[in-house]
């Protein structure tokens, strides 16, 4: 990624990034207003575009700006009856970042997984490809606004 781990980490994050950039996800707010996820929260989120229809909670598992954070679905929700993703963020060199995306995911229902799963996995992927790629692009013309607002936010961008 065009920026530092810290960076990253809280333009996927802080919903006031995110909404800006997140292809994929149309609406992301946390249960009970907090601006950005913490272990044991919830979030609830809908998708974007033709993926509007399709919602999900998730509980966050683990939340260490500006490193790790990780999630899985709480419940289920077509076409999932599992989800559960990590973003590991780690600084490359100056000004920039590696970001690590891992997800499982599990179709349902049970019995037409072996038709929908390979779909749904297929739409997924192509999808989570699509988001990356738009924060790339938004971090490379926006970073220094994370930046500034981190100043105010964090009192610093370092962490």
Known sequence: MPAPADVVF?????????????????NARVVGGAPCPFVGAETENTGHGWLRGLSMRTRFVSFDRPHVAAASMVGRSFPF????????HRDAQPGHSVLIY??????????????????VAWVFA?????????????LAAHAHEVVAWQRTEHGSSAT
Not at 81 to 87: E, G, K, L, Y
Not at 102 to 119: C, D, F, G, H, M
Request: hydrophobic share 45%; aromatic share 16%.
């Open 81 to 88: 009856s599992r989800w559960a993703a990590s973003m590991r």
């Open 126 to 138: 192509r999808q989570t490809r699509r988001r990356f790629a738009r924060m790339h692009a938004f």
């Open 10 to 26: 809280d333009a996927f994050h802080y919903h006031v990034w995110r909404a800006r950039w997140d292809s994929l996800v149309g």
């Open 102 to 119: 891992v997800y499982t995911i599990e179709a349902s229902p049970k019995a037409l997984r072996w038709l929908l799963e390979p779909v």
